[in-house]
Nanobody, 119 residues
Framework: QVQLVESGGDLVQPGGSLRLSCAASGRLYGIVVTGWYRQAPGKQRELVASITRGGMIRYVDSVQGRFTISRDNVKNTVDLQMHSLKPEDTAVYYC?????????????WGQGTQVTVSS
């Protein structure tokens, strides 16, 4: 089992910055990809950014150049630094971890943290 706990969500003005953190615990050795997703009201959950065990990173086009995903293997955290926030970034942000199929292939989600971008 893997537990994911997100933190850092807040109300911020357009153009502002926030840093989200995902703290992971449990059986982490089998995790191959950790990602940040978001879901706005009335919309489907979408991938924002992800980082693989090998360090490969991907971003959705709408956040490229504004968001940065990073991993701290000592603290077992995956952070999402967000700059130049826009109202359309408003959503609940979730952390997701994918387990290698060799150890079960489970998918784990955190409970989410609310990000609201508004003046």
């Amino acid at each position: 089992q893997v537990q994911l706990v997100e933190s850092g969500g807040d109300l911020v003005q357009p153009g502002g910055s926030l840093r989200l953190s995902c703290a992971a615990s449990g059986r982490l050795y089998g995790i191959v990809v950790t990602g940040w997703y978001r879901q706005a009201p009335g919309k489907q959950r979408e991938l924002v950014a992800s980082i693989t065990r090998g360090g490969m990173i991907r971003y959705v086009d709408s956040v490229q150049g504004r968001f940065t995903i990073s991993r701290d293997n000592v603290k077992n955290t995956v952070d999402l630094q967000m700059h130049s926030l826009k109202p359309e970034d408003t959503a609940v942000y979730y952390c997701k971890a994918d387990e290698d199929s060799d150890v079960g292939g489970h998918v784990y989600w955190g409970q989410g943290t609310q990000v609201t971008v508004s003046s």
